[in-house]
């Protein structure tokens, strides 16, 4: 896939959700299958945690994830895992301060893949502009249990002072977000929320992702 430019990547933030097997109360893919009817933009695959499956078995899982993403024309973003994302030839791939440089990804992955990185202050969004990102992840926003070695809940303070000093990159938000506080979000300033809870949790997933999609075009 080969993105057109800022705008579309703004756009394909809007409802990015991002699930590994053990953030599912159910069989994943119908856990996609339902949050890509509710109307979900992104889609990353993050296999992580004590309970994670590893080698052939989260191969599998990406690929099956990776084909009903495919089918339904919604970008596939790996998690970390740089390798397996070039061995899937995924759509991108999002990274934090403490995994490979983005400056490094961008040179293994070329001009034509979606490259996420998380910033938690300026001199990172700064860095990551430098490095090719195509978007920043900030967070948390909001108190998370899905995910323990986080950075302090940030509220909007992040995104404002990013957006105070111009810097011109799509922001996603993450952490804690659910559909009640989605758009507060994005009227902080962030082009779209990304969350784990809000929808692999939901007794409806369709229903929840639905919802996000409201919330932030209402927040718009
Ligand atoms: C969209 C988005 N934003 C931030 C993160 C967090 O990445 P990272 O800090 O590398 O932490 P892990 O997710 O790898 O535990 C993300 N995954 N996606
Ligand atoms: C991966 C990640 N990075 C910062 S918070 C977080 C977890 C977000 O999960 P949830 O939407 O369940 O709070
Ligand atoms: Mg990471």
């Known amino acids: ?10 756009e394909l933030l809007g409802v990015y959700f991002i699930m590994g097997s053990a ?12 949050a890509i009817k509710g109307g979900i933009t992104l889609f990353q695959f993050r296999e992580k945690g ?16 990776q084909d ?3 089918k339904h024309h919604i970008p596939f973003i790996v998690n970390d895992d740089i390798e397996l994302a070039i061995e899937l030839d995924a759509d991108g791939v999002h990274i934090g301060q403490d995994d490979e440089s983005a400056s490094k990804v961008r ?9 996420g990185v998380s910033a938690h202050n300026v001199a990172q969004a700064k860095q990551a502009i430098i490095d090719g ?18 950075e302090p809940v ?9 957006l105070r000093e111009n810097i011109h990159i799509p922001i996603v938000g993450i952490g804690g977000i659910t559909e009640k506080n989605a758009g507060d979000v994005i009227r ?22 639905k919802k996000l999609a409201s919330a932030v075009k209402i927040g718009h």
């Open 1 to 10: 896939m080969v993105y057109a430019g800022e705008k579309e990547v703004r």
């Open 23 to 34: 953030n599912c109360l159910k069989n994943p893919i119908e856990v996609l299958e339902d």
């Open 50 to 65: 004590a309970e994670a499956l590893h080698g052939d078995e989260k191969k599998e899982l990406a690929k099956s994830l």
């Open 68 to 70: 009903i993403c495919r």
């Open 107 to 115: 040179r293994r992955l070329g001009s034509n893949k979606l490259i």
């Open 133 to 150: 990102a195509d978007y920043i992840g900030v967070g948390p926003i909001y108190p998370t249990v899905t995910k323990l070695d986080t």
């Open 154 to 162: 940030q509220g909007s303070t992040v995104i404002q002072s990013i």
């Open 188 to 209: 902080f300033g962030a082009d779209g929320v990304s969350v784990i809870t809000a929808i692999s949790h939901a007794p409806f997933p369709e229903k929840a992702a």
